[in-house]
């Protein structure tokens, strides 16, 4: 098994939504316990409102993006795909689609699979182009399975 995933996932999984969910959580919680008086532009509801809105927004947007990001090992005959806390066994002949957008020296990749499986169907990772390519010419087998995938 050789790791594909970017050691950056575990920052951008588990770090960002982590610090940015407790202060932005104690911060909106603030807004609405704190005295009126005591600090009147933070509390009025010209403020207040459009700034839950927003934490709400911006929580929606986190869950879906850099929340869904998964870390992906890959081998000769299968892969494992890890949130951090499960990890499942999968077969290469169950991706139906690959989608590789290129982010600088990281790619994010999503495998589309046939059906829905532990992690849904869809498994987003946040690849090293280093390690992904040597992987991919180490065993020339998987990049012809997967070649004809990528769209």
């Known amino acids: 098994m050789q790791r594909v995933s970017s050691n950056s996932t575990v920052f ?24 009126g008086r005591s600090l009147p532009f933070l509390t009025s509801p010209v403020f207040k409102y459009p700034f839950l809105l ?3 927004l911006f929580f929606i ?10 870390r992906v090992e890959m081998g000769p005959e299968h ?16 991706i139906e689609k690959i989608s590789i957008i290129p982010i600088g020296r990281l790619q994010l990749v999503t495998f589309i699979l046939k059906a829905k499986g532990s992690f849904g169907k ?3 990772f946040l690849a090293s182009k280093q390690l ?3 992987f991919m010419k180490a065993n020339p087998e998987v990049e012809t399975k997967l070649s004809p995938l990528i769209k």
């Open 54 to 56: 927003g934490y709400i």
């Open 61 to 70: 947007i986190l869950y879906y993006t850099v929340m869904q990001l998964k």
């Open 12 to 35: 951008f999984k588990l770090f960002i939504p982590t610090a940015w969910i407790v202060f932005f959580t104690t911060f909106t919680a603030a807004l609405f316990l704190i005295d």
């Open 79 to 94: 892969y494992y795909v890890s949130n951090y806390l499960k990890s499942f066994r999968l077969v290469y002949e169950d």
């Open 132 to 134: 992904y390519e040597l």
């Open 122 to 124: 869809k498994i987003t």
